[in-house]
């Protein structure tokens, strides 16, 4: 369990990773909208995942942007193939 009791949302995670993964690094407000959180929901969401190794924090001339990483994007195979066998056992 991580601190305070907070526990990450894995449908949240899913929604992270996998905008990162179609969008490559990303700005955190972009990323926000695109995960569809509000900016101290992404902000805990991306301090947990990179104190996990799944996304690192980059600045360059143009800002900081939130990069996925190579367990982060292991993360996203195993999300999508999670998530195909759940649904293939659903029939949806």
């Known amino acids: 369990m991580s601190e305070n009791g907070w526990k990450p949302d894995l449908y949240v995670l899913a929604r992270i990773v996998d905008a990162l993964s179609r969008n490559g690094p990303m700005k955190k407000t972009n990323l926000q909208m695109s995960a569809r959180l509000n900016y ?32 982060g994007q292991e993360a996203q195979e195993t999300f999508v193939s999670w998530l195909g066998k759940l649904f293939d056992s659903l029939k949806l």
């Not at 190794?53 to 990483?69: K, M, Y």
């Open 40 to 71: 101290e929901a992404l902000v805990r969401y991306t301090n947990w995942m990179s104190s996990h190794g799944l996304v690192e924090l980059a600045r360059n001339p143009d800002g900081e942007f939130v990069v996925l990483t190579n367990k």
